[in-house]
């Protein structure tokens, strides 16, 4: 499974942007698939991620309510709409994929996709 991100951008706080991960590979739909992020000078975090067949999602606290994960296994895409965007979201994020039904951790991914940069200014 390849993963290539994009969507991201500069905002300035309170606005919205939605990254997409376009994925290659007929397996794909059997993935869990999720974001990840990660600051200048911090370890990757987990941000959020969907079940395989879209059935469930799962956020980080830090991102709950502001966040939304998708995905279209038709068009092999998985997306993260970000509403309410704050200065502390600014990071590189990433799509991932795993073959697990909780994809919380790092050590948890199979395939990682390139960062999208996400910038939000105050």
């Known amino acids: 499974v390849q993963l290539q991100a994009s969507g991201g951008g500069l905002m300035q706080a309170g606005g919205s942007l939605r990254l997409s991960c376009a994925a290659s590979g007929r397996t794909f739909s059997m993935y869990t698939s999720g974001w990840f992020r990660q600051a200048p000078g911090k370890e990757r975090e987990f941000v959020a991620y969907i079940s395989w067949n879209g059935g469930s999602t799962y956020y980080a606290d830090s991102v709950k309510g502001r966040f939304t994960a998708s995905r279209d296994n038709v068009k092999n895409q998985v997306y993260l709409q970000m509403n309410s965007l704050k200065p502390e979201d600014t990071a590189v994020y990433y799509c991932?994929?795993?073959?697990?039904?909780?994809?919380?951790?790092?050590?948890?991914?199979?395939?990682w996709g390139q960062g999208t940069q996400v910038t939000v200014s105050s």
């Open positions: 991932a994929a795993g073959q697990t039904r909780s994809l919380y951790a790092t050590a948890r991914v199979d395939y």
